[in-house]
């Protein structure tokens, strides 16, 4: 358990702030079983009262590959009456062999068809959750994107253990500078793009759920979290962004990315390492494919590079296309991108917020 205790207590008394007496679920697969366990722990000795929900790995592939779809994804009504009554919902995802995604994706889909309304629950019974991403952190996925297993690992409980409280405090400061005004995003490698911010409130992945959170339907925390998205106006973006590290796209690295813009809309894309992917991703995709989507930055100072958690770390810069309706934006598209800049500089008119990849506020 002491691998896990400082993450453990930092989501239940800064994300959630859990309490003596609160109904909890805390749900994993086999493989995030020692993390549930030192949640199951912490919330019995600060006296609450946890429910433990299990998806065996090899029952679950074994239903999605033999059981028609109409026999997969259904919930009954006792776990949509135990989220109903819990405060607290903690999730250590899955499947460890996220590679069988790729090879049953229809009927993987149909498994997972009841998220929608899992999330539209939470949402109405004004649930607090935590999503513990080191979950994803399978020895399965580390071979596939060619990262250690251990280092991945180490980076997410450090990334985890950082001061809530400190980094809701910096995610809120760069989200007040992101509201309005003109961004320029640069960068040695040939990056030169010009967005507009359309007066919307951004997204702040800050790892804390609170009551205003709640009010907006943002409950819901990564663990660890550490970015801050604004959906700018979908209607203006000129220039082009050379992305410098490779994307987590369709199971595989997509990498070389670049994009060029002209008059609001994406001119041409090219990709050096698995470009098939994103053709053949976006070339079958229908709606606002062509629009600028987000722009965000990283504000995690515990996270590292080189994983698949990029975004969150202190200084990076994200830029993405496609659909961006579910974080407030208006493009409506089965379409999204996203890569990241590390030695990027991004101004709003004129103020500096990121220089040559650190973050200056």
């Not at 959630?16 to 749900?27: C, P, S, W």
């Not at 019995?44 to 998806?55: K, Q, S, Y």
């Not at 006792?78 to 790729?102: M, N, T, V």
Request: proline share 3%.
């Amino acid at each position: 358990m002491s691998a896990y205790e400082a993450l453990v207590k930092n989501v239940l008394t800064s994300t959630l702030d859990a309490q003596a007496g609160d109904d909890a679920i805390v749900e994993t697969w086999d493989h995030g079983l020692p993390i549930a366990r030192a949640f199951i722990y912490q919330l019995r000795e600060l006296g609450a009262h946890p429910m433990l929900l299990l998806e065996s790995e090899e029952l679950f592939w074994r239903g999605v590959e033999s059981l028609s779809e109409e026999k997969l994804g259904k919930v009954g009504d006792h776990e949509w009456a135990a989220i109903e009554k819990s405060k607290e919902y903690i999730f250590i995802p899955g499947p460890a062999d996220f590679l069988r995604i790729w090879n049953n994706r229809a009927k993987f889909a149909a498994a997972t068809a009841y998220n929608e309304e899992w999330y539209r629950r939470a949402k109405q019974y004004r649930l607090k959750a935590a999503r513990i991403t080191l979950g994803y952190a399978t020895q399965q996925r580390a071979r596939a994107f060619k990262v250690s297993h251990a280092a991945w690992q180490r980076m997410l409980l450090a990334a985890s253990t950082v001061d809530f409280r400190q980094l809701k405090e910096k995610a809120g400061k760069v989200a007040s500078m992101m509201q309005n005004g003109s961004v320029k995003i640069t960068d040695p490698n040939g990056t030169d793009l010009n967005l507009r911010l359309a007066s919307r409130s951004p997204f702040q992945d800050d790892c804390i759920v609170d009551a205003d959170d709640l009010d907006h339907g943002r409950n819901v925390a990564n663990i660890p979290g550490g970015d801050v998205l604004a959906c700018p106006d979908e209607t203006f973006v000129e220039g082009k962004v050379v992305f410098d590290r490779p994307a987590q796209f369709m199971g595989k690295w997509v990498g070389r990315v670049g994009l060029d813009f002209r008059n609001g809309l994406l001119t041409n894309y090219r990709a050096g390492l698995n470009a098939d992917l994103l053709k053949v991703a976006y070339e079958k995709a229908t709606g606002e494919k062509n629009k600028i989507a987000a722009v965000g930055i990283g504000v995690n100072p515990k996270a590292k590079r080189g994983f698949l958690q990029d975004s969150i770390v202190s200084g990076v810069v994200t830029v993405g296309i496609g659909g961006n309706d579910d974080i407030g934006g208006a493009n409506k598209t089965d379409f999204y991108f996203a890569g990241v800049l590390t030695k990027a500089t991004l101004t709003v008119d004129g103020n500096v917020l990121v220089e040559n990849g650190k973050l200056k506020v």
